[in-house]
């Protein structure tokens, strides 16, 4: 079968390998249909390998070249000996975090994601989303509703980033938001923001184009660019009492973006880091005691999310198609997808692999 793999920084090729051998006990085969590409994937490509692993990885053994992709769907094929939840011609949506399910003291009480052997399909797992064929766990696939498209049911991974990191700061109805980061994690973050019932919405980014595709996909957002505006200063002018806003989450993983997020939410207010920093990132800590906030991290999300973020998104309380920009085929992901995605001028948010092209 077609696959795009990773060997190593700038390095993805597409290859033919042996398609995934019929499921086991417990596995799942689906024929994919489509995958996100994700900033993960994006600095895998970049700089990698970061989370593809140069040994076997500790509980799957995966390593490189590895099949990327971990924002995706399809149709059932196949199912192994004791899997009853789906079946064969089921359209489904994949679930990719792998980890041991027993043995574990996170594991033990429902908190998957923060397993330390925690593994993701298409990162450290034999099969991944940009490949026309996966293997996976039983428990990695999800049936989604009639009424969810096969594009909504790869969106469902990214949304379920941005719902967790609004549960993790306790958005509420009325709340002044602030998300910086105007990617496609920022931007579905600000649509679970809204759906959770926040009514002012600001969102910050260096880039004109990206602030005017938040505005396309969000409406009634306040826009700003900290080159020429000083973010906390324009929430404070527009938010109750000119205090600030009562959350901010970040990201995008950049040290300027999580200080605009402390300076501008009132005091007692939530900040929660969601991008991932790749160095370490001081914080003005007397300011953080004095304004008496929270500063929450969030990681992934628990994994029983994805029934309710598939009714958030096929309800249309959180309209995540509007983050899909272009769709290319699996032998143009790279040129097409990758590298458009890398420019610096940021025309694209959320790029789609058809594999059915």
């Given at each position: 079968?077609?696959?795009?793999?990773?060997?190593?920084?700038?390095?993805?090729?597409?290859?033919?390998?042996?398609?995934?051998?019929?499921?086991?006990?417990?596995?799942?085969?689906?024929?994919?249909?489509?995958?996100?590409?994700?900033?993960?994937?994006?600095?895998?490509?970049?700089?990698?390998?970061?989370?593809?692993?140069?040994?076997?990885?500790?509980?799957?053994?995966?390593?490189?070249?590895?099949?990327?992709?971990?924002?995706?769907?399809?149709?059932?094929?196949?199912?192994?000996?004791?899997?009853?939840?789906?079946?064969?011609?089921?359209?489904?949506?994949?679930?990719?975090?792998?980890?041991?399910?027993?043995?574990?003291?996170?594991?033990?009480?429902?908190?998957?994601?923060?397993?330390?052997?925690?593994?993701?399909?298409?990162?450290?797992w034999h099969s991944g989303g940009m490949a026309q064929r996966a293997?996976?766990?039983?428990?990695?696939?999800?049936?989604?509703?009639?009424?969810?498209?096969?594009?909504?049911?790869?969106?469902?991974?990214?949304?379920?980033?941005?719902?967790?990191?609004?549960?993790?700061?306790?958005?509420?109805?009325?709340?002044?938001?602030?998300?910086?980061?105007?990617?496609?994690?920022?931007?579905?973050?600000?649509?679970?923001?809204?759906?959770?019932?926040?009514?002012?919405?600001?969102?910050?980014?260096?880039?004109?184009?990206?602030?005017?595709?938040?505005?396309?996909?969000?409406?009634?957002?306040?826009?700003?660019?900290?080159?020429?505006?000083?973010?906390?200063?324009?929430?404070?002018?527009?938010?109750?009492?000119?205090?600030?806003?009562?959350?901010?989450?970040?990201?995008?993983?950049?040290?300027?973006?999580?200080?605009?997020?402390?300076?501008?939410?009132r005091k007692q207010g939530v900040v929660v880091q969601t991008g991932?920093?790749?160095?370490?990132?001081?914080?003005?800590?007397?300011?953080?005691?004095?304004?008496?906030?929270?500063?929450?991290g969030s990681w992934a999300y628990p994994t029983h999310y994805w029934?309710?973020?598939?009714?958030?998104?096929?309800?249309?309380?959180?309209?995540?198609?509007?983050?899909?920009?272009?769709?290319?085929?699996?032998?143009?992901?790279?040129?097409?997808?990758?590298?458009?995605?890398?420019?610096?001028?940021?025309?694209?948010?959320?790029?789609?692999?058809?594999?059915?092209?």
């Amino acid at each position: 079968m077609k696959a795009l793999r990773f060997h190593a920084a700038k390095d993805l090729r597409i290859e033919d390998i042996p398609a995934p051998a019929e499921p086991g006990p417990g596995e799942v085969l689906i024929e994919n249909r489509f995958c996100g590409i994700c900033g993960t994937d994006l600095h895998e490509y970049a700089y990698g390998p970061i989370f593809v692993p140069k040994e076997p990885h500790p509980f799957t053994k995966a390593h490189g070249p590895q099949v990327l992709g971990h924002e995706f769907g399809g149709v059932v094929k196949a199912v192994g000996q004791g899997v009853d939840h789906v079946k064969v011609g089921d359209r489904v949506s994949v679930q990719p975090l792998i980890m041991p399910r027993v043995g574990d003291y996170y594991a033990a009480r429902g908190l998957f994601h923060l397993s330390s052997q925690l593994a993701l399909a298409g990162l450290s797992w034999h099969s991944g989303g940009m490949a026309q064929r996966a293997l996976l766990n039983d428990y990695n696939v999800q049936p989604i509703p009639d009424s969810l498209s096969d594009e909504e049911a790869a969106l469902i991974e990214p949304t379920a980033v941005a719902v967790y990191a609004c549960d993790r700061a306790g958005v509420t109805a009325g709340n002044s938001v602030l998300i910086t980061g105007a990617g496609p994690i920022g931007i579905l973050t600000a649509m679970a923001a809204r759906a959770a019932g926040a009514t002012q919405l600001f969102m910050s980014d260096p880039n004109e184009t990206r602030l005017a595709l938040a505005r396309e996909a969000l409406g009634d957002v306040r826009t700003i660019n900290p080159k020429s505006e000083k973010v906390a200063d324009v929430i404070r002018n527009e938010t109750e009492g000119n205090v600030g806003c009562d959350i901010a989450i970040e990201c995008v993983g950049n040290e300027y973006a999580l200080k605009n997020c402390a300076d501008a939410v009132r005091k007692q207010g939530v900040v929660v880091q969601t991008g991932l920093h790749p160095h370490e990132n001081p914080l003005n800590w007397f300011d953080v005691t004095f304004k008496d906030i929270d500063i929450r991290g969030s990681w992934a999300y628990p994994t029983h999310y994805w029934p309710r973020v598939a009714r958030l998104i096929a309800s249309g309380q959180i309209p995540a198609r509007k983050i899909v920009t272009k769709f290319v085929s699996l032998g143009d992901a790279v040129k097409e997808g990758f590298d458009q995605l890398l420019d610096p001028a940021g025309k694209h948010l959320k790029i789609l692999i058809d594999l059915s092209r």
